[in-house]
């Protein structure tokens, strides 16, 4: 991802309705916070406190950088508790543990195989405190195949707004790809003027909730809550998120440092 796109993909993923009040309120009183996969600084902004130490974990370069230039306007009681590093969520090395780590907004499923995912839960694992809290959400996948719940193929308008003196509409399609449980999600951004389109790929491996579940428990977790929205709805097959809570509980077999 170039730097411009990384500034299209910020300005069109603004997460969903809920899901900050969701991770403040779980974060509550928590002194040690790790985010994984804190892109262009949206949670870490809402989650940065004086006296807390905030850490976001991000692979994409440019999106790195815009995270540091958010985190750069907050004050500086706030400010100086946050650090964002370049890593990967399948081998956390932050030299640390935390209360809390969070992976929010469908980050998980750009883990393309279920390997990546318990690499992922058990390096989460080793990076808790004992008792630590890991709390994730992604789009409910358990239907998908279903005759009514199917990826939408065609082009959707997603977002428009303003950016370098242009106007822009962000497009979504979704499609199938080769391999067990993928998908592809093409977003097409069309500018005004003569300016060229831009077109982002972003791979994605499904995971049903009891794939998750069974994963989590077999990495050394205990699960606390399974929603199906960020108000609290009791999760179900036609829920439309799957929002997960977990707590670290004895020690995980196998962690990734």
Request: proline share 3%.
């Amino acid at each position: 991802m170039n730097a411009l796109d990384a500034e299209l993909y910020a300005l069109t993923h603004r997460g969903n309705p809920g899901d900050v009040e969701h991770y403040v309120r779980l974060c509550h009183g928590a002194a040690s916070v790790l985010e994984l996969g804190s892109g262009y600084g949206r949670m870490l902004l809402a989650l940065a406190a004086p006296a807390r130490t905030l850490v976001g974990l991000e692979l994409d370069t440019h999106l790195l950088r815009l995270g540091r230039a958010a985190v750069a306007t907050l004050p500086a009681s706030k400010r100086r508790g946050v650090t964002i590093v370049q890593g990967d969520m399948r081998r956390i090395e932050v030299g640390r543990r935390f209360e809390r780590v969070l992976l929010p907004y469908n980050a998980l499923y750009c883990l393309l195989t279920r390997a990546g995912v318990e690499r992922c839960f058990r390096s989460v694992h080793a990076a808790l405190e004992p008792g630590g809290l890991f709390a994730f959400d992604v789009w409910n996948a358990d239907r998908l195949g279903d005759d009514d719940f199917a990826p939408n193929a065609s082009d959707q308008a997603l977002a428009a707004f303003e950016h370098a003196g242009r106007r822009w509409v962000a497009f979504e399609s979704c499609r199938r790809a080769r391999g067990e449980a993928r998908l592809d999600v093409t977003y097409s951004y069309v500018p005004s003027g003569r300016a060229g389109r831009r077109r982002q790929v972003v791979k994605q491996r499904y995971y049903r909730s009891r794939e998750l579940l069974a994963m989590l428990g077999e990495c050394g977790f205990a699960l606390e809550t399974k929603l199906g929205s960020f108000g609290g709805a009791r999760f179900s097959e036609r829920a439309t998120r799957l929002v997960v809570v977990a707590r670290a509980a004895g020690t995980s077999v196998g962690a990734s440092r």
